[in-house]
């Protein structure tokens, strides 16, 4: 196993940076770089430039209209990408959906999902997790009944992520209750707009409403949105997180946070000592950059067995952790460069529009953002806890 970058490879290097110099819309990034919201349409715009570029679907084979790119090519554009501070493209179209049609939908489903997802003409949410099934998902209780061609679908789907911009939900619901739960599964494609769906936003802690509770009142869904065998959804559910587990680590948007934690750092400050020339505060940013250097030669251990034609293993959970335990320190790294005014946090001043001045520095209300907004990482794609589990069964044989 080759873990160095090969010619080839750095040469797609330099050209994802020129294309990414060429063609990342400023204003975007600027947004990016300074934690400033980015709206439905600062996606959008995005998707499309990536899309026109055949640069977006970067997990889909070519016959699909992916890149055809391996994994390390992933890797290598995923973490220019963040240095560049392009904004994430949305996995649930792309990354989650995309794949499980390719695998498990009819041809009818293929040609009808697949293009409208590339063109962006269909914004997907993830109804997984209810209030009382998230780490235990096999507990699903919405339910699904069939009558005639149609599905009836009762029940409620909480956490989804940008339900409030989505027009189209895949969703994990019950269609039998006999056998062991995971057996009465169905995996089910439901339009937003049908009468009996109703979205309501969750507030999280940093003030921001990324995430909603769906509601499903005799919602009726055509059989043709069935995706796999009816009850055999949990088959689909399990591909898909294959899915969601990828690029896991984030080492691309550590790397970024890291930048601008050292940039805060360094600066000179009028009258003040500069943060690095604190030996404790220089000696915290030097032990995450170490453990972050380390993580690096991880992911590319196990980009590099991905290339090969391994699936990663649990070594996706160590990832994931490790990952999540970096970027919440830097988080707090950040937080803490802030001082006291961390504390008064006013989330309107990540308006693009805000014209008042802000508190203390411009970085402060970002830096507080993203303390909070990030404590999701430890949570959401399996928590952390789950993911010592899948360690301590695989790894350790526990
Ligand atoms: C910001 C955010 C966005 C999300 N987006 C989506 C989305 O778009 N779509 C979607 O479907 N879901 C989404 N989720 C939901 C997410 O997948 C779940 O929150 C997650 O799976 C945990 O489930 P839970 O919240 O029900 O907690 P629980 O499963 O109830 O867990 C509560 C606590 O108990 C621990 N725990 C649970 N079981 C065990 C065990 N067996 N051993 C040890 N500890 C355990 C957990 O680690 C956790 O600390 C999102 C969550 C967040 C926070």
Known sequence: MDINYSAGQMAFRDEVKSFLAENLPEPISRKVATG??????????????????????????????????????????????????????????LAMLGPVLQRFGTPQQKDHWLPRILRGDDWWCQGYSEPGA?????????????????YVVSGQKTWTTLAQHANMIFCLVRTSREGKPQQGISFLLIDMKSPGVTVRPIVLIDGEAEVNEVFFDNVRIPVENLVGEENGGWTCAKYLLTHERTNIAGLGLARAALQNLKRIAYAETSGETRLIDNPLFASRIASVEIDLMAMATTNLRVVAQ???GQAPGPESSMLKIKGTVIRQEIDKLTRQAVGPYAAPFLPEFLEESEQADPIGPPHAMPAVQKYFNNRKLSIYGGSSEIQRQIIAKAILEL
């Open 36 to 93: 400033k919201r980015l709206t439905k349409q600062d996606h959008e715009q995005w998707h499309a430039i990536l899309f026109r570029r055949g640069w977006l679907a970067v997990n889909w084979p070519r016959d699909f209209g992916g890149p055809g790119w391996n994994a390390i090519e992933r890797n290598i554009f995923e973490e220019e990408a963040a240095l560049a501070h392009a904004p994430r493209i949305i996995p649930f179209g």
């Open 306 to 308: 991905a290339a090969a």
């Open 134 to 150: 998230g780490s235990d998902l096999a507990s699903v209780t919405t339910s699904a009944v069939r009558v005639g061609d149609h």
